[in-house]
């Protein structure tokens, strides 16, 4: 299964600020998911056509099963990812965001500021992740568990997770 993490920071794109959310969100992968996977990590700046065009590409031309975004999904001006993800998505796929919101508000009030998305293009899973590795995590634990079901589901392969880092959900079984 191939997995690309997508960070979005016109400061990391620069090479003015080190990414360390596409890092953590690798360490997490690599911690939790005890099937073969492929992780690419790319970094491109904030905007709509800039993120729009990098998931398109990914989806559409490079095969992603699966697409973790971080970054860009804040109220500041440049912060477009949602925006550039309705762009790109063919079904929306709103708890992930609900459920990423609830749970990081037990640790930040600033987590009601955050518009993460996720959904479908295709065979692709696209989810948006906060910017913070902190955040990260605590937003990967909140609903991954659902997220080898969704990959089985739309055809994108099959993935499975450690249990005893977090148990992968699969109705029925």
Known sequence: MRITILTISDRASRGDYEDLSGPAIEAWLRRAVNTPIEIERRIVADGRETVRDALIGLCDYD???MILTTGGTGPAPRDLTPEAMLDVIEKPLP?????MRRTSLDYVPTAILSRQEAGVRGKTFILNLPGSPS??????NAVFAAVPYCLELIGAGYLDTD???LKSHRPGR
């Open 63 to 65: 095969g992603a099963s």
């Open 163 to 165: 249990p005893n880092v």
């Open 95 to 99: 708890g992930f965001g609900e459920l």
């Open 135 to 140: 955040s990260i995590e605590v937003c990967l």
